[in-house]
């Protein structure tokens, strides 16, 4: 008879219930240098290149989007 008695939520992000330090470190990298906080939370890959994009154009553009990005995911 198998064990049947997993609740968690396997939608495949389990990133956040590893250690809540990982997300308040990439928000704080977030406000700072918003490339790192994104990079910190999502790794390379399409976040990251947006992210830079609109650092580039602007400061503040980058760090609403980590911000967002950080705190919607």
Same mark, same amino acid.
């Given at each position: 008879?198998?064990?049947? @008695?997993?609740?968690?939520? *396997? @939608?495949? @992000?389990?990133? *956040?219930?590893?250690?809540?330090?990982?997300?308040?470190?990439?928000?704080?990298?977030?406000? !700072?240098?918003?490339?790192?906080?994104?990079?910190?939370?999502?790794?390379?890959?399409?976040? %990251?290149? !947006?992210?830079?994009? %609109?650092?580039? %154009?602007?400061? %503040?553009?980058?760090?609403?989007?980590?911000? !967002?990005?950080?705190?919607? @995911?």
């Amino acid at each position: 008879m198998a064990n049947n @008695d997993y609740q968690g939520n *396997d @939608d495949g @992000d389990h990133n *956040d219930n590893c250690c809540p330090c990982n997300k308040l470190c990439s928000c704080i990298c977030s406000w !700072i240098l918003p490339p790192i906080g994104i990079y910190w939370r999502f790794g390379c890959g399409k976040e %990251l290149f !947006i992210c830079i994009i %609109l650092t580039l %154009l602007g400061y %503040l553009p980058g760090v609403i989007y980590a911000v !967002i990005m950080v705190g919607c @995911d």
